[in-house]
């Protein structure tokens, strides 16, 4: 019996682990990464949320990170998330934009995942 509890036991946590690992991102959860990322400088890890096409437009003359010191805590506020079929679009805002206008930022997805495209 004991046996029995023990397998039970591993058989549910393993699956546990197996639905959160795979849980899909939202799209406003890695626009806001994406763009904490690039006003932090950290350019790969703001082009691994890209898709290919993208990483080009995102510094393309470099690879360099710059990451380490955070600049200042940026406030991201996701205004409107519209989905339609695999293209995703997030309006959001932050205090240093102003009155400034900020086009809405797009994601398509692919392979299961939400990219920023460019």
Same mark, same amino acid.
């Given at each position: ?26 799209? =406003?959860?890695? /626009? $806001? ?6 006003? +932090? ?5 703001? &082009?691994? !949320?890209?898709?290919? =096409?993208?990483? /080009? $437009? ?6 360099? +990170? ?5 600049? &200042?805590? !940026? ?44």
């Amino acid at each position: 019996m004991k046996n029995l509890s023990t397998f039970s036991f591993i058989v549910l946590l393993s699956a546990t682990i197996l639905v959160a690992c795979n849980k899909e991102r939202r799209p =406003e959860t890695v /626009a $806001k990464e994406f763009l904490y990322d690039l006003y +932090n400088q950290k350019i790969r890890e703001a &082009k691994e !949320l890209a898709t290919e =096409e993208s990483q /080009a $437009k995102i510094i393309p003359d470099s690879d360099a +990170n710059y990451s380490g010191n955070v600049l &200042k805590r !940026l406030v991201i506020t996701i205004s409107k998330v519209e989905i339609v079929g695999n293209e995703a679009y997030v309006t959001y805002t932050f205090p240093e934009a102003g009155d400034q206008q900020i086009p809405p930022l797009k994601l398509v997805k692919q392979n299961n995942k939400w990219l920023i495209s460019l």
